[in-house]
């Protein structure tokens, strides 16, 4: 890696926790409105949201991180992400409580996550940064959605 290399991240919150996502990943950023149900998907699934006339399945990422549910609020996010896969790219909205920024930070602070004291699987982390105020945790957006959950979000988007 170059000495110079960086690394763009939309940082949003969950709860009292700071993560972050790479903005290559994100499409856009949307105000929370409720989603379409569909019926018999995963608990971390809230339905559809129609993003220009597609219907990109829409998920709960404070329940699919094994967090506490919340209501939303006026700062309530949805991050439309283009999840990369083996064969194709999957549109996915991330409901977050808050985005925060738009940020850069050299890619040599990027620090592996550490094995324990994380509540996150440890595969669903790419790396932690250290900031004053604490950690940005950023996440492998891919990860959390392995291609059995996608493959499911999928199905339950076709019902």
Do not use: C, K
Not at 9 to 16: C, K
Not at 71 to 88: F, Q, W
């Amino acid at each position: 890696m170059s000495e110079h290399a960086t690394v763009q991240a939309v940082t949003f919150g969950l709860g009292d926790e700071v993560f972050a996502v790479s903005v290559t990943l994100v499409r856009e950023i949307l105000d929370y409105a409720p989603a379409f149900r569909v019926p018999n998907g995963p608990g971390w699934l809230l339905g559809l949201t129609d993003v220009r006339g597609q219907g990109v399945p829409t998920v709960d990422l404070r329940v699919r991180l094994g967090l506490t549910p919340a209501e939303p609020t006026l700062s309530t996010r949805v991050l439309i992400v283009d999840v990369p896969l083996a064969d194709r790219t999957v549109s996915l909205g991330l409901v977050v409580d808050r985005v925060l920024a738009v940020t850069t930070f050299a890619a040599e602070r990027l620090e592996s996550a550490p094995d324990i004291g994380m509540r996150w699987r440890s595969d669903y982390i790419e790396g932690v940064v250290r900031e004053p105020e604490g950690f940005v945790v950023v996440i492998n957006v891919a990860e959390i959605f392995s291609r059995d959950d996608i493959d499911a979000t999928a199905l339950a988007a076709a019902a």
